[in-house]
C-alpha cells in the first residue's frame, strides 16, 4: 500500500517563503510520478502546481513557474516544493500524490491520480 505523508505548511506574508515536504512509502515501481496539487477554499477545484516524474524531469503549472521549485532526496522517496515569492493566490491546501498515469491529467480541469494521496497541508498566504 504507497502512503503519502506531507507536512511543511504554515503562514506567511505575502512575498515569503515556505518549503513543503512529502514522504512516500510502498511504492513498488520504479516507474511513477510524485508531486503537488492544491484546493483553492471555496472553489472547489484541485489544481496542478508541479511534479516530478522517473521518466524524465520536473513540470510545472504556468502559475508557479520560475516561483516554486520541486526537488526530491537521492533515494526518491521523499519530495520538497520550495515556495518563494508568494502571493495571496497560492494561498490553499496542498495535496502530495503519487500517480501511476505519469500525471498525464495533472493540469486538468479536474486532474484524475490514479495513485495515493495524502492528507494535505495548509498554507496561508496574507498580503
Known amino acids: 500500500q504507497v502512503r503519502v505523508q506531507e507536512s511543511g505548511g504554515g503562514s506567511v506574508q505575502a512575498g515569503g517563503s515556505l518549503r513543503l515536504s512529502c514522504v512516500a512509502s510502498g511504492i513498488p515501481t520504479r516507474r511513477y510520478c510524485m508531486g503537488w496539487l492544491r484546493r483553492v477554499p471555496g472553489r472547489d477545484r484541485t489544481e496542478g502546481v508541479a511534479y516530478f516524474s522517473t521518466d524524465g524531469g520536473v513540470s510545472y503549472a504556468d502559475s508557479v513557474r520560475g516561483r516554486f521549485t520541486v526537488s526530491n532526496d537521492n533515494a526518491g522517496n521523499t519530495l520538497y516544493l520550495q515556495m518563494n515569492n508568494l502571493k495571496s493566490e497560492d494561498t490553499a491546501l496542498y495535496y502530495c500524490?503519487?500517480?501511476?498515469?505519469?500525471?498525464?491529467?495533472?493540469?486538468?480541469?479536474?486532474?484524475?491520480?490514479?495513485?495515493?494521496w495524502g492528507q494535505g497541508t495548509q498554507v496561508t498566504v496574507s498580503s
Open positions: 500524490a503519487v500517480d501511476f498515469s505519469m500525471c498525464e491529467s495533472w493540469y486538468a480541469p479536474e486532474p484524475r491520480v490514479f495513485g495515493s
